[in-house]
């Protein structure tokens, strides 16, 4: 079905002021057409679905209550924020979400004043808060702040660093805990069990806040409906709630689902709060859109689909993801090496590891969204005496950082960090780019830093991480699928510091660390068609680098040109240096580093991306002729 829904009250509400002039019964059908209008434009766009579906009535909920955008509500990770897109004044655009030269797929401050914080990684949303309201108290931006945040990220570190400090400071602070009992996978520890305990026993019988004084806080017609309310049974029983021994006002658990409870209690917490207040409410991942409410991942995120069916379109696969080929062979290497461990933070499905976890369960291990401590716990099993595979995506690494240099590389922990989403990664756009990796990576001492330059060679990098006891070690690798090379049959450790050439030429040398290789092929094809040869070398190897290769190539050619998916300050200064302290520059060598451009590049197809990073073929053939001093006849495409 591709026709929109009919939605005559959502069609009246251009932001949120106009939520104000309507009333509760009006309120209700609006949450009905900005469900429906949600589940249209992501069957055009593909996204994320589910958690958006899930903060339907509280995204209406928080518009008609606080004024926006005087008041700021900050959505944790931003991934549910399309039904608030749709109300704050761009439902006009919200079928070309996560495309180029669209909406984000995220919040974002340069998109509209109703996105007061931006976001993509999770658990920022309190400190965010935090900062607005000491800022307003400083006589900064006036108004109030509400962090949204659901139960997995809750229990990040971030989230807890600034429960504390909130707590400290006692200022009126709103935090809605989004309980919907999913992370991207279910959750995990011990946070997600207490939340279940929570309102553990029959839902909403009564409402009773161990927040004592709440209740009588609220006007009297609410304080007869919110009967409905779960009692908080166990918090009291236990003298109140974590949240209330962390120094906030605790409320709920409310049904999120439910106008009739959120509208009133957000109205007394609105007018009532002098201090922090956590709101806790439980909904449901997918909520209202049966094949996202049936699937593993409560739809959180989908392709393109037909609402009737919730198919999605399949797209043509031409190759194994590096996803699945990392874990394929990881799962190969630990069924000859019982010291091989896995670790995710949240992400078995996007790293690959739920199918390791299938195959060995006590071995893998899903920490929740905490970047930090799935760092710093491989390198205690690295220290008592494991082979722990540490797989993060490269944008979430970022977090980890100080654990990757102070508890791993400076105690030469043989850690071996399993890199995914390397590069350039299409329609998560700037937020969830993996540029960065080499560059923080590689200016370690002692760590091997690799990066694959097909799905072949991932295999034989996952053998290589495998035998490696020296010391940290990293390899990297795309999200998406691989190249269709050939797979060889078991992986083999490679020599560490060893690159390969894959091609011979004479006038440049173009030397590729990942996958970039494929497009410095084709540019050394369309060189040749204009009858220059250039060498094509794949570099395996940022750190240690290979010198031998390095050294030759320079030394042979006129001109030699690095290829790399990260920024500047990676593989390419790492050889830049290297040619400096060699004196190489001092007998005129020809020398450019092709890397990620200087700016965030906003969302569009990883292809798109690429072109404009300048990191295509067609790129790297003009900067090669520019190089040498050839004037380039005709367009480039
Ligand atoms: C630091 C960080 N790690 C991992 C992720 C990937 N991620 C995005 S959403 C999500 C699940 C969040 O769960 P929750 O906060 O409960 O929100 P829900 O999707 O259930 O609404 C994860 C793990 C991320 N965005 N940021
Ligand atoms: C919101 C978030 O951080 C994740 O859902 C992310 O979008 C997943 O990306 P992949 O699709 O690459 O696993
Ligand atoms: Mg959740």
Known sequence: MTDRP????????????????????????????????TISAVSVTGGHLGAGLGVVELTVALHAVFDTPRDKIIWDVGHQCYPHKILTGRRDRIRTLRTEGGLSGFTKRSESPYDPFG?????????????????ADLGGDPGDAVAVIGDGSMSAGMAFEAMNNAGHLKKRLFVILNDNEMSIAPPVGALSAYLSRLYAGAPFQEFKSAAKGMVSLLPEPF??????????????AVGGTLFEELGFSYLGPIDGHDLDQLLPVLRTAHARATGPMLIHVLTKKGKGYAPAERAADKGHATGKFDVLTGQQAKAISNAPSYTKVFAQSLIREAEADSRIVAVTAAMPDGTGLNLFADRFPKRCFDVGIAEQHAVTFSAGLAAGGMKPFCAI???????????????????????????????LV????ATHAGSFDVAFLANLPGIVVMAAADEAELVHMVATAAAHDAGPIAFRYPRGEGVGCEMPAKGVPLEIGRGRVIRE????????FGTRLAEALKAAEALAARGMTATVADARFAKPLDRDLILNLARNHEALITLEEGAVGGFGSHVAQLLAEEGVFDSGLKYRSMVLPDIFIDQASPEAMYRVAGLDAARIEAKVLDTLGIAVVGKRA
Do not use: N, W
């Not at 009006?26 to 900005?34: F, I, K, R």
């Open 6 to 37: 009919k939605t005559p009250v959502l069609d009246r509400v251009h932001l949120p002021a106009d939520l104000k002039r309507l009333t509760d019964r009006e309120l209700h059908q609006l949450a009905d057409e900005l469900r429906a209008e």
């Open 119 to 135: 976001a993509a990684h999770s658990s920022t949303s309190i400190s965010a808060a935090l900062g607005f309201v000491c800022a």
């Open 223 to 236: 304080q007869e409906g919110a009967r409905r309310a779960k009692e908080m049974l166990k918090g009291m």
């Open 393 to 423: 995506y490269s944008t979430f690494l970022q977090r980890g950082y100080d654990q990757v240099v102070h508890d791993v590389a400076i105690q030469r922990l043989p850690v071996r960090f399993a890199i995914d989403r390397a590069g």
């Open 426 to 429: 299409g329609a998560d756009g």
């Open 505 to 512: 030429g004479s006038r440049v040398a173009l030397l590729s």
